[in-house]
């Protein structure tokens, strides 16, 4: 879905049919999921959290502006009511990250590469959550910072500061680990 259609979509819900906000959700549920599964550490909680954050889409969807794109403007209220949860509560350790694709890799490989993401998921649900939104963003959903910067609600300098320090931190952590 371009940003054309996006538009298109969104005037007819504002329009009265509300059943063409499901092809926002369909186009955008699992990149939402991910983001606060990323951010939590737990597979209920983003569930839950995604629904919550698609139903706030929809109260909130008269507020969005035409000419600018859908995509930061849902991550913006991804990223605001997951820091509301986890004020609420302490997040748990990643135990499960993305399985690697079975394609040339032999199980040795796999086995390491598998554990070597699963400790950098457990370091980076260590960050302070300011660093580890910036990196989740930047590093899991491949976002410029110019979209780090508006999901964040932070200027473009401050977003690729957060970025830094959290990678810094990220090594500080590691290099501890490994001494």
């Not at 371009?2 to 059943?19: A, F, P, S, W």
């Not at 698609?54 to 035409?66: E, R």
């Not at 086995?111 to 990196?135: K, W």
Request: proline share 3%; aromatic share 10%; with cysteine.
């Amino acid at each position: 879905m371009n940003k054309r259609q996006e538009n298109e979509t969104i005037e007819n819900v504002l329009n009265g049919d509300r059943e063409k906000f499901a092809l926002l959700v369909d186009r955008y549920k699992g990149p939402v999921y991910n983001l606060v599964y990323r951010l939590t550490g737990s597979r209920d909680d983003a569930e839950d959290l995604a629904q919550e954050i698609f139903l706030k889409a929809y109260q909130s969807l008269n507020s969005f502006k035409i000419k600018r794109r859908f995509f930061p403007w849902l991550y913006t209220i991804a990223v605001n009511l997951t820091r509301n949860h986890l004020k609420k509560k302490k997040p748990i350790l990643v135990k499960n990250v993305d399985r690697l694709p079975a394609d040339k890799t032999s199980p040795e490989q796999a086995v390491s590469h598998q554990q070597e993401a699963e400790a950098l998921a457990r370091y980076i649900q260590r960050l302070p959550v300011s660093l580890r939104e910036a990196i989740i963003l930047r590093y899991y959903h491949y976002l410029h910072f110019e979209d780090i910067s508006q999901i964040l609600c932070i200027s473009l300098s401050a977003a690729k500061m957060r970025v830094y320090r959290g990678l810094k931190k990220l090594e500080i952590l590691m290099n501890k680990n490994t001494k």
